[in-house]
């Protein structure tokens, strides 16, 4: 008997179709193994970039972190690989603006022997000495001052640190502006957008005493 054949048109039509599916799964093997070899290679970055997020966050976690003044965990967040001059997603804060913030001059001072940049603004435009006089931080401004910030610039809302220092109410901003005072800070200093000065804009009775005394001759005892 004969053995049926396919008309060559149809066979030919096969062939090119089976020939191309091989090829194809050969092609998308290829690409997988590409694929595969790409994610590899790029591991070791992933997992870099990944460790610098971790030393960031142990970075701010010591600045911002309540009653705490040790470098101990700056160091080793440095030591890991932290950006010492990174700002926060959220506030802009560097570790330095936090740790100034917070009231803690050891490590404001550790971190500008280590080359803390301090002219790098938050997210509204404050620096480390703004940040010290609105939060009332003396010891820390007499760290920015020793490291030779100038703590008489002026924001762009027109005021100075001298009259964050005089808005506040505790005892350590007139601590604060005490330590302005003895460093130079003109006690008549007067906002862009007003004529006031420290001692009409103050309702701490502290800080009137402070410049009162100033205004005398600052000799006495306070």
Known sequence: GTTAKLPRGLADVHGVRATKSIKNAH??????????????AMSP???SATQTDSANGLMFQACMKPGSD??????????????????HDLTGQTPLMAATLGGKPKIVKYLLEAGADPSIPEKDGYTPPHGA????RAEVMEVLIQFGLDVNVFHS????PLHRACWGRDER???????????????NLEPKSSGQTCMSM??????????????????EEL
């Open 45 to 47: 970055i992933i997992q």
């Open 202 to 219: 103050t309702p701490n009775e502290k800080t009137k005493m402070i410049l009162q005394q100033w205004f005398s001759g600052h000799d």
């Open 70 to 87: 040790s470098v101990k965990t700056v160091k080793l967040a440095l030591g890991k690989g932290a950006d010492i001059n990174k700002q």
């Open 27 to 40: 092609l998308h093997s290829k690409m997988i193994v590409r694929m595969i070899l790409a994610l590899c």
């Open 133 to 136: 006089g609105f939060q009332g």
């Open 173 to 187: 901003h007139s601590e604060t502006v005490e330590v302005l005072l003895k460093h130079g800070i003109d006690k």
């Open 157 to 160: 809302d027109g005021f100075a």
